[in-house]
């Protein structure tokens, strides 16, 4: 969502001339599922299957898919699709029976993470890996106060909602939600926003309970370096009596080439680690990871049963996802490509390019026109990518920055295919 | 959770005698898993495998499963099964591009409801629809505050865990939440009730958003009859401003016999409905279904995005259960069985038997001893039946109804099975 309310990349009718058949599933969209849903693209897509990088459409037209971080493994992977199918025909079911797959699996993620991170709890959705973060952070602080970035997205349930202010002024934030400007430089701007953020939250008579942000600040623009940056921003919250919740939702599982997880490079240690949409690579399973003194508390006054959260199947397609990215070296793969991504779009050298940033293959790509961002035209590049077969969407809080987040199996050819067609692109939107 | 705060039939170290290897699975737990994760029973079990009505243990014992009523149209159903396995191979992916499988789903649901409730919006859990529910009831009336029933459950989210008094004194209810007794007899009472609710609140400044409850109130303790009990409450919320919030997460897909959800027995349309737990036997899809005008602001000024909610192969699961429920005849055959299994149970006349009541294939039976509620007992109960290889629970605020809730393909012979070792362990449990 731009700060204007829109949403970026959002469908609105009447921009494209669509098929007699795309504008009956339109009409069929909206008397079905109501006026909340958005679709991608001035002239949406209609997809019929997922393989590896490539989605492909109704009309036997295939995209190279550089935006779908779910499916972050590759599209219907076949091990993460035989893990599913096998275990969904043997048990599914919940956590309150003793089984040794989910603890395993627990076993697994956490010796992915440092040390101190030493419980998991598990969730269907990132949203509701926050919820419990927000709770937990809550509940241990004794403090009712957050503090996120400007253009911040955390998730969709009530409480987070509140605390995603890219969602638009139709989303209220909460009152003891305060925002901070993303990251830039050396991290000490960043840490005197958190500064003031904790100073304004006091004259209202609220503490701190947590500093949440999304390691890779995806929709606030991308920003991944220098390394370190959020160190100083962690020891402030930490010392008006608040913790470091770490969103690895965008972030996690290797996608930023150097490590499993965003928060890593900074050389920090969260008090809790959430994590989303890759994990299951499109089977809905998330997690929350934490401090055991977090939920000691917690745990000894209260519980959390999440009926799917965790369930024998979810640890199945979980399990595969971690085994892919072990087996086919994903993170070194998002390491070595991402870094000749990056380095080919630079090389592009487009008039309409700002600054290029990013890490492994998350890359943002500021798009401005005489010195402005210019939102606008990233919409153009968006749209004509889409028509050259190439899917990406746009971010920040202008709708400025390029989003490109390909699948982890991304090769150095899909990178050159990809920086080809980007300036092609850039030409005819120039002209 | 009973009005103690301790979770109904929950496993206590030290009340078993584990074996090794179940002491090992359980201190794994503790140690992965964290402090606030319950087992069931007395002795927990190591369930490996389930089909149709029965779970396998590790141990090679197999178990009637008359509890688990995610599995609602029987455990590894092959015709879900199959169609989660061919989907997740072809396509897993979001509602952001046109596809018509969601759009035939969304159809063929809404049709099964009354005609103002024409929208559908997906989620990924039960916990998630009850809070886009209490975010849309909020957003239309303007209002704030929520009526639920004492020891209610809908769900684990900061928003609506804060409207579960169900989870205990360790989970605090919100603010402007007020609790009402379950209803008893022609629903008078629970009218009275829930005016009182709609002036205390007023007292403190606030209006109703919504009276929101589970339609067969499980966690109160099994509320079915007489049909029509809930209509002066939910006139009473309406004149007061708010709207009611229809929770078929227990009572939805079928399970009461006479109809696809709870509420239609009681002759009321609800200005939205949440669907959950059977909605895909056992994958995370889950949803909320509401009138048009609920939506029409929140969706002019905002939008709902679940990245999972929805997806391909969750509309795929969610469709061949509404298969299996008409092609084997399940609503009918839970009228049936449940009428002759309410019949068995009530024909055993057990000294501690008290009110058996239910619907469908939702029976709750109190458990008393000298005309006093005895949770201690039911809990002997459960665990008794476990030990003689049949699941439930028991449920309300003092832990002291069985909660009987068995998959819909239950058979006479299912019925007569578990109402048989139910008689034994009633009669071990007196001695």
Known sequence: MKSDGTMVNAFVAGQAQLSAEETRMVER???????????????PLHIVQGQDVWLHAADGRKYLDAYNNVASVG??????????????????????????????YAERLIATMPDALQHV???????????????????????EGFIVTNNAYHGVTDAVSAMSPSLGPGVPLGKNVRTVPAPFGDGSA?????????????????KPAALMVDTIFSSDGVFADPAG???????????AGGVFIADEVQAGFGRTGDGMWGFMRHGLVPELVS????????????????????VAGFGARARYFNTFGGNSVAIAAASAVLDVIENQGLIE????????????????????????????????????????????QAQRIVNGLRDAGILISATGPRGHSLKIRPPLTFTAQHAELFVSQLGKVMRNTLA
Do not use: W
Not at 82 to 92: D, G, H
Not at 277 to 292: E, H, I, S, T, W
């Open 229 to 239: 940056f959020l160190t100083g921003a962690v020891e402030a919250v930490r010392r």
């Open 190 to 206: 960043f840490a005197a926003g958190v500064e003031a953020a904790i100073a304004d939250l006091a004259r209202a008579g609220v």
């Open 29 to 43: 969209r909206q008397k079905l599922l109501g006026p909340a849903y958005r679709l991608f693209y001035q002239h």
């Open 275 to 294: 994590l989303g949409k890759p994990m299951g690579n499109g089977y809905p399973v998330a997690g929350l990871v934490m401090q055991p003194k977090i």
């Open 333 to 376: 793969n998002a390491r070595q490509v991402g870094a000749y991504f990056l380095e080919g779009i630079k090389s592009l050298g487009a008039p309409q390019m700002g600054e290029v940033r990013g890490k492994g293959l998350f890359v943002g790509v500021d798009i401005v026109r005489d010195g402005v961002d210019d939102g606008a």
């Open 121 to 143: 709890m598990f969730t269907c959705t990132g949203s509701e890996a926050n919820d419990l973060a927000v709770r937990l952070s809550r509940d241990f602080t004794g403090n």
């Open 75 to 104: 599209h219907c992977h076949p091990h993460v699709v035989a893990a599913i199918a096998k275990q969904a025909a043997i048990l599914s079911t919940n956590t309150r029976y003793l089984g040794d797959a989910i603890l395993d």
